[in-house]
């Protein structure tokens, strides 16, 4: 059953209730307007409600409402952070009921970012204390009620499961009992938490409560949600970056049966009908020619060229321990670059989002990672003051660090004030793809010298773009952007002397942003593939090799012997056959991979075992860590083996899933995760994954080839017939 709830201060809620769920967990979304697809729902108001801080909301009748800050795109959050809350409230987890917080960056910034955003694998790093400090709270402010009723010292009382009890006596009280003089209560200044030794629920497997309702096809995605008297509409922009509308011949798209409107704005042209089929064929049928601009020439070869000069520059320091100059003046010296291309995201739900706009004010309804910026953007978009703009979030199939981005929301509120009533925006795969928001080239440049048997120095310069300069200006300084050297500047080994650079190199006319694994997922590529080669030149085993420079961290050491124990590392292999290991503290966990491949005559690579060892500190749900790495793992591979966005005249050109592969589950090997008992704060996992598959896979293919490739994906035809 799905309702629709509208509280005194004018922001509304939609509870889509997980019906069937054994759990009785329950999500809810900010809908106001009833959709066509949603029954309605009495007023929703916090009178009666204990209501002690931003996250928590108790009614009299014991249900826990939850104020989500984060959103849920399949990383399993809104279990895991439901597990946080209800661990320290001692509540019983069916009785929580979560509810996406509105646009408010003063109450829902993510503590990491200082922003309202879902990303970077930060939603437990992030929410782990505030959560658990609110949970504590309102369960410390419950039994202060609960004992001045019984006339009895707080001390002497206890909470659980809902409930607060006074053993001596045998006396209880659930918390919708207390809900409103507990309201009246002042909260305290300073609560302890708990003792992670008294935990009765983070760190048990929890199934996640969102899967039952993905699977019957009820959960309404942001791409399903329906408004009375809504129409379709999807769009075209010009194929070359910066390109702008010529002109539009529209006389055949307004015969397809269906088709409303055309609406031709600078840089695009969309097509509105009674449903997508008919906004597609009307689109399909238009005639455009595209005033192509400045960008029509540019291609990959030029970007790549572009690159490889700036990374003979010297770069911003982020890093410099010892002396640089002098570790690389002796010894055994080897040098290398690696390059990785522009990525898509290619999420499962296309970029979509519903707007109505009214003249005085507007509504949207999304599945976003930046509540709070796509409210402000559409604002500017629309001419209207923010608190005229109500954006209603929904789940995400997909993110991937798309969606934080606002580009398809103000897209969409264009095309909404040329439409009368409400209009959905859907686009398709191909515009997707030919307009996202692409992870950056890169070019890592390696000089590290020898002596014996370990590394002395290291010089690592990285080049490429500065997503961080454009999205959270305050955080890009002194030329060093904090996202494109994460990894880099905390490489776990121990080097005595280490010098890191970065060097900003933005290709002309593509736009770059975050994508799944973000800094990491190029740097510990780079410094772990060659990791491998300066192990074969010590000639020294790989894992040895990285063994001997780890006593200073022992985490990742442990890390690193449980996935050479579980992976059957040194034991003989088939011809062609080879394993390859991956070392990475990311997103404060630390994780081992090992990538067991083999290839065949033609150069195809096929990926027979993945064991990972993680200790990502404190596991509040072991079932969603695990899921997170093998998901991790899945995307990174695909990346190493399939994933290029090339240019040729200014255009990308990938359009689909035929030119823009993906693994298929015939081709998914075996994965095994194993974890690490830790008592330290939780790390992220959501990216982690991603960032270990492709090191481990190239150093497996070579250890079974001899090739050391420098460049993703895998180029087939230089290892084709190699034999190590």
Known sequence: MTTVQKNSDGVSRRAMLAGGLAS?????????????????????????????NAFIRIDPAGRITLVMPQVEMGQGIYTSVAMILAEELDANLSTVILEHAPPNEKLYANPIFGIQATGGSTSVRAFWKPLREAGATARAMLIEVAAQQ???????????????????????LGYGA????????????????????????????????????????????????????????????????????????????KKVPGVRKVIVLDDLVAVVGDHMWAAKKGLDALEVTWDEGANAHLSSKDIWQDIRAASEKDGAVAKSEGDIAKGLASGDKLEAAYELPFLAHATMEPLNCTVHFKGDSCEIWTGTQIMARVQSEAAKAAGLPVDKVTVNQHLIGGGFGRRLEPDMVVAAVR???????????????????????????????????LSGGRIAAWKYRITGAAIIARWLPPAFQKGIDIDAVDGAVDIPYDIPNIHVEYNRAEPPAVPTGFWRGVGPNNN?????????????????????????????????????????????WGQALPAQVGRGVCVQPSFGSFLATVVEAEIDEQGEVHLRRVTTAVDTGIAVNPDTIMAQIEGGLIFGLTAALYGEITIDKGRVQQSNFHDYRMLRINQAPKIDVHLIKSGEMP?????????????????????????????????RALIAGKKS
């Not at 006339?151 to 209880?172: K, L, N």
């Not at 009368?420 to 070019?443: A, F, L, M, N, S």
């Open 24 to 52: 009785g967990f329950v999500l809810t979304f900010h809908i106001p307007v009833q959709a066509a697809n949603e029954p309605t729902q009495p007023a929703d108001t916090t009178d009666g409600e204990f209501a002690p």
């Open 415 to 449: 095309i909404a004030k040329q439409v009368y009533g409400p209009v959905k925006v859907v686009w398709t795969r191909e515009e997707d793809i030919q307009h996202d928001v692409y992870r950056p080239v890169y070019r890592d440049t390696i000089a590290a010298m």
């Open 683 to 715: 790390g992220g996992i959501g990216e982690a994954g991603v960032t270990a598959g492709p090191p481990a896979l190239r150093n497996a293919i070579y250890a079974a080839t001899g090739v050391a490739l420098r460049r993703l994906p895998i180029d």
């Open 524 to 568: 510990v590529f780079a410094m772990e593939c060659f990791m491998d080669e300066l192990a074969r030149k010590a000639g020294k085993d790989p894992v040895s090799f990285r063994r001997d420079m780890l006593g200073k961290n022992p985490r990742q050491l442990a890390a690193l012997n449980l996935a050479v124990e579980k992976s059957d």
């Open 150 to 172: 019984w006339q009895v010292e707080p001390g002497t009382c206890t909470a659980s499961d809902g409930e607060v009890i006074h053993p001596q006596s045998g006396r209880r």
């Open 178 to 253: 207390l809900a409103r003089d507990a309201n009246a209560q002042t909260p305290p200044k300073t609560v302890a938490v708990k003792d992670p030794k008294d935990f009765v629920l983070i760190g048990k497997p929890v199934k996640r409560f969102d899967t039952p309702n993905k699977v019957d096809g009820t959960t309404i995605y942001g791409i399903d949600a329906m408004v009375p008297g809504m129409t379709f509409a999807t769009l075209a922009m010009s194929p070359v970056f910066g390109g702008k509308i010529g002109k539009v011949d529209d006389t055949a798209a």
